[in-house]
C-alpha cells in the first residue's frame, strides 16, 4: 500500500471513530507499527491530526476530511447516484454544481452523456467548485462559468462575497447540491458557514434544485445550513434509504429518487 493510500485510510478511519491506536491501525491496515507511527507523526505535522500517547485523535472538535485525502466509500452509490442526477438535466441547461465527492461524480456523469457531445453549449454549468471545473474546461461543448472568491483547501470550493458579483447576475435552470447532512427538519447543510452561503446562492438563483447525498447523509445536521428541506425540490439518494425517511421527505415537498 503507497504512503498516500495508507494516509487516506487512516484519515478516513479517524473521522469515523475519532481515535486510532497504532496497534489497530497497524493490524487493519496490515502494516509495520512503526510505520504508522511515523505516518502519525507526518500528519501531525501537517494539522491533520493530533498526536495521543500510543495513538491519534481527529483534528478539533467538528472534523471535514478535505476533499484530497477522501478514498472512495459509497463510491458505487455515488456513481449511481451521479447518473441519476444527470438524467435528470436536460440538454442546453444551466447548471450550478456545488463542490464535494458527490457532485465531481454528478460533472463526470454530464460529461460522457452521448447527447451532450455537441451544442452551443451542449450545457452552461455554473459551480464555485476548482476540481469541477478543471475537469470540465476540456469540454468545448461546455460553457463553463466559476465564481469569484476564496479557495477553501478542504473542499476546493471558491468561498466569499467575491462570488456574489458573479452570482447576483444569472440564473439557472437547476442547482445540484452536494451535501454532509440533510434532514426534514434541519434541511441541507454544510461543515462550513462560508460555503453554506455560497451553495445557498446558488439554490436562490436555480429554478429547481436538486439535492444528491446517499443515505449516510440522511437524517442527520451539520453546523451550517444551506437551506429549508421545502426548498429542495428532489433528492437523489442509494436505494439504502428506509421507507420512513421517504415518506417524511415526501411530506415536506421533497421528491426522492431512490437508485
Known amino acids: 500500500m503507497?504512503?498516500?493510500?495508507r494516509w487516506k485510510a487512516l484519515l478516513e478511519l479517524l473521522v469515523e471513530r475519532g481515535r486510532l491506536e497504532v496497534e489497530q491501525a497497524a493490524a487493519e491496515l496490515e502494516v509495520s507499527a512503526a510505520t504508522i507511527?511515523?505516518?502519525?507523526?507526518?500528519?501531525?505535522e501537517q494539522q491533520m491530526l493530533v498526536r495521543t500517547r500510543g495513538g491519534a485523535v481527529v483534528h478539533g472538535v467538528s472534523y471535514e476530511l478535505p476533499l484530497r485525502y477522501k478514498t472512495?466509500?459509497?463510491?458505487?452509490?455515488?456513481?449511481r447516484i451521479a447518473k441519476a442526477v444527470a438524467d435528470l438535466v436536460a440538454p442546453g441547461e444551466a447548471v450550478g454544481l456545488t463542490g464535494g465527492t458527490t457532485t465531481t461524480e454528478v460533472a463526470?456523469?454530464?460529461?460522457v452523456r452521448s447527447d451532450l457531445t455537441s451544442g452551443s453549449p451542449a450545457l452552461t454549468i455554473v459551480t464555485n467548485a476548482l476540481?469541477?471545473?478543471?475537469?470540465?474546461?476540456?469540454?468545448?461543448?461546455?460553457?463553463i462559468v466559476l465564481t469569484g472568491g476564496v479557495a477553501r483547501?478542504?473542499?476546493y470550493e471558491l468561498v466569499g462575497p467575491l462570488a456574489d458579483g458573479v452570482l447576483s447576475q444569472i440564473t439557472m435552470d437547476v442547482a445540484v447540491l452536494g451535501v454532509v447532512a440533510f434532514d426534514v427538519t434541519h434541511g441541507a447543510a454544510a461543515h462550513d458557514e462560508a460555503e453554506a452561503a455560497i451553495n445557498r446562492l446558488l439554490c436562490e438563483r436555480a429554478?429547481?434544485?436538486?439535492?444528491?447525498?446517499?443515505?449516510?447523509?440522511?437524517g442527520r445536521r451539520a453546523f451550517a445550513r444551506i437551506c429549508a428541506a421545502e426548498s429542495v425540490d428532489t433528492l437523489v439518494t442509494d436505494s439504502a434509504v428506509d421507507e420512513e425517511t421517504v415518506r417524511r421527505f415526501a411530506e415536506a415537498g421533497v421528491g426522492v429518487v431512490a437508485v
Open 131 to 143: 476540481n469541477i471545473a478543471n475537469e470540465l474546461a476540456v469540454r468545448p461543448q461546455f460553457k
Open 207 to 218: 429554478e429547481r434544485v436538486i439535492v444528491a447525498a446517499d443515505s449516510s447523509k440522511l
Open 37 to 44: 507511527r511515523r505516518d502519525f507523526d507526518q500528519l501531525a
Open 153 to 155: 483547501p478542504q473542499s
Open 108 to 111: 463526470r456523469a454530464l460529461a
Open 2 to 5: 503507497s504512503r498516500d493510500a
Open 72 to 79: 472512495a466509500r459509497h463510491a458505487s452509490e455515488k456513481q
